[in-house]
C-alpha cells in the first residue's frame, strides 16, 4: 500500500523559513500531481501549492505567492515545499496529497483532485 509521508514541520518565528518533504513509499511521482494543503484550527483544509510533474507546472494559492516554492525529485519520490517570509496566519498542519496528472494544474486547487494523503505535519508560526 503506497503512503505519503509529510516531514519538516515545526515551530519557527515570524519571517523565518521551513522545509516541508513529502515521500512516496512506492510508485513513481513523475506521472502525477502533487500538491500541498493545510488546516489552521477550526477552519477547513485549504490550498497552498501543486505541481504537475510531467509538464512541469506549478500553481500557488494567492497567500502564498511569491514566498513559497514547490518542487520536488521525481527519482526520489519526494515532494519539497521550501516556505519563507513565513507569517503567522501560515500556521497549521500540512498535508500533501496525490493525485492523477492528467488535467490542467488548476484542478488540483480542489480536492477531489487527489486520492491519497499524507498525515499531516505541524506548522507554528509565533510573532
Known amino acids: 500500500q503506497v503512503e505519503l509521508v509529510e516531514s519538516g514541520g515545526g515551530v519557527v518565528q515570524a519571517g523565518g523559513s521551513l522545509r516541508l518533504s513529502c515521500s512516496a513509499s512506492?510508485?513513481?511521482?513523475?506521472?502525477?500531481?502533487m500538491g500541498w494543503w493545510r488546516q489552521a484550527p477550526g477552519k477547513e483544509r485549504e490550498f497552498v501549492a501543486a505541481t504537475r510533474w510531467n509538464i512541469f507546472s506549478t500553481y500557488y494559492s494567492d497567500s502564498v505567492k511569491g514566498r513559497f516554492t514547490i518542487s520536488g525529485d521525481s527519482a526520489k519520490n519526494t515532494v519539497i515545499l521550501d516556505m519563507d517570509d513565513l507569517k503567522p496566519e501560515d500556521s497549521g498542519i500540512y498535508y500533501c496529497?496525490?493525485?492523477?496528472?492528467?488535467?490542467?494544474?488548476?484542478?488540483?486547487?480542489?480536492?477531489?483532485?487527489?486520492?491519497?494523503w499524507g498525515q499531516g505535519t505541524p506548522v507554528t508560526v509565533s510573532s
Open positions: 496529497g496525490r493525485g492523477e496528472g492528467y488535467q490542467g494544474i488548476t484542478y488540483y486547487t480542489q480536492e477531489k483532485a487527489y486520492d491519497l
Open positions: 512506492e510508485g513513481t511521482v513523475s506521472r502525477l500531481a
